[in-house]
């Protein structure tokens, strides 16, 4: 297929953009979701999502877009508000109260599919599409909604920015600073509710917990203050929205929705190694160095001190590495009598005495 | 004004208890505490002294008691309340730095829509030269040591130019410079009229730091003049077993090592 | 002739009911104790990718196989979530919530790959079908047994021996595991046998429940059995009595209203959480409260002087 016209084709865009909005608001919302240290919330509110999903088409009979984000809100919030109870008012932790309600009310949701199921024929396949989500099937009028929630929630995020920031930092010095604390935290539980709304016509329920971490994770990685976090989230969440939809519609046949989170884990990998400051690929290489320049420092000051006992070095294989290094930049040379044993070179002399001198100094 | 007193108590609790699953933490605490000194509150582990301030601000539900703060309730007097939490309380690998923190102590001042910008900003990098830590500002608060970090939490607190600030173990894990920086600062304060109220750990160093004293073991066991309160019948009642005594001097009172 | 056929199915169905909540709330009771609840989610999603795996490489959908592989997915999981969670630059809920959808994103892709020869269904995978156990039988002893029930028994009996065999280690590495390591009881090896009986079980009860309920059946019995004991052996009987409770009741309900068995045996463990959470006698909120008020006319004792 041309660019040209994939650019051009209709369900292309609709996917597109769809998965863009996702990423959009997915990704500001799950830092937030992550620094509360709630990761699994979006897991839970997506699959708290399907009772709400079908108690609205149970009342208004269609699958009108509006209900299902009313339900889905409402069920959502329910499921949030009774995980709060169980581990304010119980002895549960956080991870148990979370899997209680991904479970319960996800059984909920289904034994109300199958009462619809029951009642009438119509909906079959709903649920395929719950589980996994339909980007191909998106509307136009699908995105519209999406997009009008996706800048009411940003909007609100940026109104009460700063309280969010501090209740997520430090909500017990924001109540003494006369913050509502509670109601603060409950919009901000209430928003990843509507980003997992806008994700389950995309990724499907199983695959939002991913959409909520994974761009926060990445972002974490590159970021020092909140606000670039969330920007740089947006746009992890935005490029793997767009590169999972646009090889989604090339490879023709491979699902949406795992393609978006596949993408998404890449680049979470790629910061964990790679980026500035906290990439485990540069602190593996500081070890890396530091431990060489203490085995050179050790060889050194043994073969000054106790040139006998030093021989015994070459055993190891770390050390062998380095007598080479250290031969080779003139320290160290092949004894003339036998050819076999090392000794100092006068340069190597030099070195050792340094290093002896701010050991002595260190531990006299 | 029929609350106000002669000599205005900065803080002045009466009749506070607080309990949790029926268990008494707080009993009957009645206490004021004067402006303009530096209080101590001490007591052994489990004493309720951090539940104690707690209350205090609100953040824990009491069974009874009544707070004034400068003769008033404290719902009214807020902004006139200043609190350093205990260092463990916030996770510190949040993704912000030195300056961003301290500027947080504004956020109550700034009320609802407001954003910070140049002017707190400013007051900010004020607070943390007070607290030696200008070099700091942009670090990473991950990146600071566990001194430098309860500095930036009292230079948090010190923008709120407060009238009384509450202090939640401030000396616990750090060095020894910082806890003289803590103690230099917080007596500049007091010198400035400002009423300190610390929550504090230490027996050694409570004489040295302390000119008013809370002695507390669920209830109140002594109050008053830190010269008064620091008393060994005081001390045995408060400590009961736990408390060792080398030499005659009640100078050198240490309460006996217990793991925590 | 109605009677005789409902009992013919109800039976079968119910003892499956019953013994996947058994064997689940078997390991989901230590779970629940050391705070890993959420590795029961992300084990039970990773396993797509397991079964995925091992059908491409061995052509077996079902059996003794499925299970080693399943143990292995399980393994593999909890070991990528820990590597994360060990570079520190991530929590642990957040590499959990990182690794399962990525392994269910890879199984979800296989099976679009090989979509024209393979039969597995993701929707029974995730939701399985209690309702049909009855039609999957194997002779035993002359006697027509579902195989689920079978296979779900043979799960109890492992995890329950592992658990019987290894109880004062396990309780010891799940309260204090810098203790039991200095004993030389490897509380690392104990867990990670743990979550691969965890992972097998979760197989085995897929036909049945589905990935989604099997988390259901593994936390919410054990949870509710929390908050109603103080003694870890308890918890294994009420997490137990839950499930054969929750098995027999989700059951009927679900036959009268015409709705999911399994499904409906899930709402049923929620149903008793809540109870438990609401009027367990020592923890319960309403307990609480009617303590509460009756201590309000008696009031707080005032503390003994140190």
Known sequence: MQWLDLLSDYTFQNVVIGASLLGLISGPLGCFAMLRRQSLLGDALSHAALPGVCLSFIITGSRDIGGIIIGALATGSLAALTMLLLTRHSRLKTDAAIGVCLSIFFALGIVLLTYIQGTNNASQGGLEAFLFGQAAATLRSDLWIMGAITLATLALLGIFWKQAKLVTFDAEYARTLGMPTTAIEATLTAMVALAVVVGLQMVGVILMAAMIVAPAAAARQWSRHLGSMLAIAAGVGIVSGVSGATISTLSRGLATGPLIILTATAIVLISLALAPGRGLLWGAIKHYRQKEALQRQQLLYTFYKHPRAAQRYRTTFGSRRVLGKLNRQGYLARSPDDGIEWSLTPQGQAAAKRVVATFEEVAP | MATSVPTESALSIKNLTVSYHNQPVLWDIALDIPAGVMAGIVGPNGAGKSTLIKSLLGLVPSLSGEVLVHGRPYAAQRKRVGYVPQRSSVDWDFPTTALDVVTMGLYGRLGWLRRPGRKERNEAQEALEMVGMSAFANRQISQLSGGQQQRVFLARALVQQADVYFLDEPMAGVDATTERAIIDILRRLRDAGKTLIVVHHDLQTVRAYFDWLLLLNVRVIASGDADDVFKIDHLRQAYGGQIALLGDSESQIFAAPKGK | ?306
């Open chain 3, 1 to 306: 002739m109605i009677a005789e056929l409902l009992t013919n199915t109800a039976l079968p169905i119910i003892l499956v009911g019953a013994m996947v909540g058994i064997a689940s709330s078997a390991v989901g009771t230590f779970l629940v104790l050391r705070g890993n609840s959420m590795l029961s989610d992300a084990i039970s999603h990773s396993i797509v990718f397991g079964i995925v795996i091992v059908w491409l490489l061995t052509q077996q959908q079902s059996g003794p196989i499925q299970l080693v592989g399943a143990a292995l997915t399980g393994l593999l999981t909890v070991l990528l979530t820990e590597a994360l969670a060990n570079t520190k630059r991530v929590k642990q809920d957040a590499a959990i919530g990182l690794v399962f959808p990525a392994l269910f994103s890879i199984g979800v892709l296989l099976l679009n790959v090989y979509a024209h020869d393979v039969h597995i269904d993701t929707h029974t995978v995730l939701l399985g079908e209690i309702g049909f156990v009855w039609l999957d039988t194997i002779d035993l002893w002359g006697l027509p047994v579902p195989q689920a029930l079978v296979s779900m028994s043979v799960m109890t009996l492992l995890n329950y021996g592992f658990i019987g065999l290894f109880y004062k280690e396990l309780k010891l590495a799940t309260f204090d595991p810098a203790l039991a390591k200095t004993f030389g009881f490897m509380p690392t090896i104990l867990f990670y046998g743990l979550l691969m009986l965890t992972s097998s079980t979760a197989v085995a009860a897929f036909d049945a429940v589905g990935a989604v309920l099997f988390i259901a059946f593994a936390i919410v019995p054990a949870s509710a059995a929390y908050l109603l004991t103080d003694r870890l052996w308890m918890m294994f009987i009420i997490g137990a009595l839950i499930s054969i409770a929750s098995s027999l009741s989700g059951y009927y309900l679900a036959i009268h209203l015409n709705v999911s068995i399994g499904g409906m045996m899930a709402v049923m463990t929620g149903v008793f959480l809540m109870l438990a959470f609401l009027a367990g006698p020592r923890y319960g909120v309403l307990t609480q409260l009617a303590k509460r008020r009756h201590a309000r006319k008696a009031p707080v004792e005032p503390p003994t002087s140190p």
